[in-house]
């Protein structure tokens, strides 16, 4: 059974365009999170949300908007993709302090 | 001054050697600290957590926190090559649901 699941796995696309990416875990957690790795490797917190309600939301420009139907879902939807977009998105679930991480979504913005 | 930091290696350590990774952070209210394993292509798996100062051990790792001096370690007993990975720390800031990751410690072990 996988714990945190993401779709697409993979997404290759034009500048400009928008896309979403979807994150859902089966674990029962009460927090989801989106991360963004860069090619240097650097994990890099973007939102968070507890149970439906948003509660971390750092320096990301406004074209990335998350939602979070239910708090087994959280999503992520993405405007205008620009070049620099490109990277591995991350989304984790955690109960407590322990975080697991779904298998990442890889984005090349062409 | 980054808030977190790492060593970005490759450490390199002939197979069955300590291997020692470091990890110092900026925030002294920081009260949970992380090492998450992450293979090529793959995501982050964690590894250990600490959250007192001194010595945690589970099986061949070992985590060790000094709180006084801001540094979190993580040493791995008997190397071997599948523990070839990049290493990362990860410290939750007091009062905060962030983790703040450090861009990771490259280890190669050595057949």
């Known amino acids: 059974d996988t714990a945190v699941s993401q779709t697409p796995k993979y997404l290759v696309t034009q500048m400009g365009n928008d896309k979403s990416i979807k994150c859902e875990q089966n674990?029962?957690?009460?927090?989801m999170y989106w991360y963004k790795q860069d090619s240097k490797k650097f994990l890099k917190i973007m939102f968070s949300?507890?149970?439906?309600?948003?509660?971390i939301n750092e320096t990301v420009p406004n074209r990335f908007s998350p939602k979070s139907p239910d708090k087994a879902h959280l999503n992520l939807h993405i405007n205008s993709l620009e070049l620099g977009d490109s990277a591995v998105y991350f989304c984790?679930?955690?109960?407590?302090?322990?975080?697991?991480f779904g298998p990442g979504t890889r984005l090349l913005v062409l | 001054q980054k808030e977190v930091e790492q060593n970005s290696g490759p450490l390199s350590v002939p197979e069955g050697a300590i291997a020692s990774l470091n990890c110092t952070y900026s925030?002294?209210?920081?009260?949970?600290f992380f090492w998450y394993r992450q293979y090529s292509g793959k995501s982050p798996e964690l590894i250990m957590f600490?959250?007192?100062?001194g010595d945690k051990e589970d099986g061949r790792f070992t985590a060790q926190l000094n709180k006084a001096s801001q540094y979190v370690s993580l040493l791995i007993r008997d190397s071997q090559p599948s523990d070839s990975a990049t290493y990362l720390c990860?410290?939750?800031?007091?009062?905060?649901?962030?983790?703040?990751f450090g861009t990771g410690t490259r280890l190669k072990v050595l057949a």
């Open positions: 674990l029962g957690h009460d927090t």
């Open positions: 984790a679930s955690s109960q407590d302090w322990t975080q697991y």
């Open positions: 990860a410290v939750n800031p007091s009062g905060t649901y962030k983790y703040i």
């Open positions: 925030d002294r209210g920081s009260q949970s």
């Open positions: 600490i959250y007192s100062n």
């Open positions: 949300y507890n149970n439906k309600e948003l509660i």
